[in-house]
């Protein structure tokens, strides 16, 4: 990895840990306004949009998400046009389509088999791929359960992508997607009733981070 690149997923996960999503928006922004032509950027800055994406919908800054997923998109079709990382393109693409369901429920419907359809893709076409899992967990955890979502499911698929991060210990320093995974995973015992999992789970994580100040102020009190 380069310096810059270094540089810049150090920055994300500062700002992950600490809620400073200022400057996570300054990072994504000027690694947009660079418009670096390596691939494995470019993927990097589809992850970090995809983080930013995901937050603003959460604060439900649906404008804001529109704009970052309109970006994201654009940085896929270029990797895709150049046969970069068919596993990541189909599930990023899997990602988009929930956040697309997400600022329009009427596409549910229509979008809802295509993002399924493709983290499914994903995984076919890596098998050690965590982020297609964490997709195919994304769609059984929004689902309704009235149309076939299940929790149970969707936690075996986190847990998978967990067991897959977890094979490769030297990418998970400075990673804010495998302490998100664990957040995600926390918030999944608890849905199930499972709030001493979830607790546990909350001080492993803190043991790794213990400067992640959403699970130290906010969720882990809520269990404790």
């Keep these: 990895m380069s310096v810059g690149r270094?540089?810049?997923?150090?920055?994300?996960?500062?700002?992950?840990?600490?809620?400073?999503?200022?400057?996570?928006?300054?990072?994504i922004d000027?690694?947009?306004?660079?418009?670096?032509?390596?691939?494995?950027?470019?993927?990097?800055?589809?992850?970090?949009?995809?983080?930013?994406?995901?937050w603003a919908m959460g604060v439900e800054r649906h404008k804001e998400a529109r704009y970052y997923l309109d970006l994201a998109e654009k940085n896929i079709e270029k990797l895709s046009s150049r046969g970069y990382s068919p596993s990541s393109i189909y599930a990023y693409r899997s990602a988009f389509y929930g956040f697309r369901i997400g600022l329009n429920r009427l596409q549910a419907p229509l979008l809802g088999p295509k993002s399924v359809s493709q983290?499914?893709?994903?995984?076919?076409?890596d098998p050690e791929n965590p982020l297609g899992y964490i997709q195919l967990g994304n769609a059984e955890y929004y689902m309704p359960a009235v149309f076939g979502g299940s929790k149970s499911k969707a936690l075996e698929y986190f847990l998978k992508a967990k067991s897959l991060m977890e094979k490769q210990p030297s990418g998970l320093k400075n990673d804010w997607n495998y302490l998100s995974l664990l957040t995600l995973i926390a918030q999944v015992h608890i849905d199930l009733s499972e709030n001493v999992k979830a607790r546990n789970l909350y001080e492993d994580i803190l043991r790794i981070e213990p400067d992640f100040l959403w699970v130290k102020n906010e969720l882990y009190q809520k269990v404790k």
């Design 30 to 54: 000027k690694m947009e306004q660079k418009k670096s032509n390596v691939n494995a950027s470019i993927l990097e800055l589809v992850n970090y949009q995809y983080g930013y994406i995901g």
């Design 6 to 27: 270094a540089a810049e997923k150090d920055q994300i996960y500062k700002a992950y840990i600490s809620g400073n999503m200022g400057l996570w928006k300054e990072t």
């Design 119 to 125: 983290a499914k893709s994903a995984i076919e076409t």
